[in-house]
């Protein structure tokens, strides 16, 4: 969850966490090719992602979708807020410390739920986090 700058009121946000251990196809900065995560990573500004992970998305929100940004004059998959439809550019969610993604406090990390997603994952990104503060707080769901 996080406020909205717009509307003020709170919204869900959504992201990427691969688990440590995971193989997934990672084109970035960093990376262009499989391999194996040696630790959990979130990955943001994420700009291509496959049909069926655009599907599996969907099937959870309609408020994560490929959209334009002027501050970065790019287009990449970004959170809207579920109210007012505001895009939540990824900085203040993933760069900024004491944020959704960047939780300081182990208790706010326990309010980040997981759907677990068995298969694959493929994505250009151009940011990769390594290892997100209090990780093995966040809730799996089955």
């Known amino acids: 969850m ?4 717009h509307c003020d009121r709170d919204t869900r946000v959504f992201s990427f966490l691969l688990p440590c251990g995971h193989e997934a196809w ?9 391999e194996l995560q040696a630790s959990a990573a979130i990955v943001y500004y994420t700009t291509w992602i496959p049909l069926n992970v ?27 807020c579920e109210h007012c439809g505001m895009k939540q550019g990824d900085f203040e969610l993933f760069e900024e410390f004491d944020t959704p993604f960047c939780p300081i406090n182990p208790q706010d990390a326990s309010g980040i739920l997981l759907h677990p997603v068995r298969k ?18 966040m809730r799996i769901l089955s």
């Open 2 to 5: 996080r406020t909205c700058w």
């Open 26 to 34: 990672l084109d970035s900065v960093e990376s262009a090719n499989w």
């Open 54 to 80: 655009q599907a599996r998305m969907r099937s959870l929100t309609g408020h994560y979708r490929n959209d334009f940004s002027k501050t970065t004059q790019s287009f990449y998959w970004m959170n809207h």
């Open 120 to 137: 694959p994952f493929e994505a250009s990104a151009s940011s990769i986090a390594y290892e997100p503060g209090s990780f093995e707080r």
